[in-house]
């Protein structure tokens, strides 16, 4: 019997890997930045755990920004903050 692999992906907040299903997917397309919650949309994407803690920490070392090749600014990721806390979990 195989046992099916799980897809993982490291989240630039906390720099843990984690299965893909754990974590949000963060995509550019078209010099347009959103949230996809299916992880199937088309662009670049950066994943992070579904804490605020590790937005905080993407944040602030501009990891978003680095991995996305892009630069964000202060409202672009405040909006995606509070996208991202409609999908944060309460630990």
Do not use: H, W
Not at 14 to 26: A, D, H, N, V, Y
Not at 61 to 83: A, G, M, T, V, Y
């Amino acid at each position: 019997m195989k046992t099916k692999k799980i897809p993982m992906r490291r989240c630039v907040g906390c720099m843990e890997s984690k299965p893909k299903r754990e974590l949000i997917r963060i995509v550019t397309y078209d010099g347009e930045v959103k949230l996809d919650a299916t992880g199937k949309a088309n662009g670049r994407g950066v994943y992070l755990c579904k804490s605020v803690d590790c937005f905080e920490k993407a944040k602030k070392r501009k990891s978003i920004n680095r991995s996305l090749n892009i630069e964000l600014n202060e409202e672009q990721l405040n909006l995606l903050f509070k996208e991202l806390s409609q999908y944060e979990e309460k630990n």
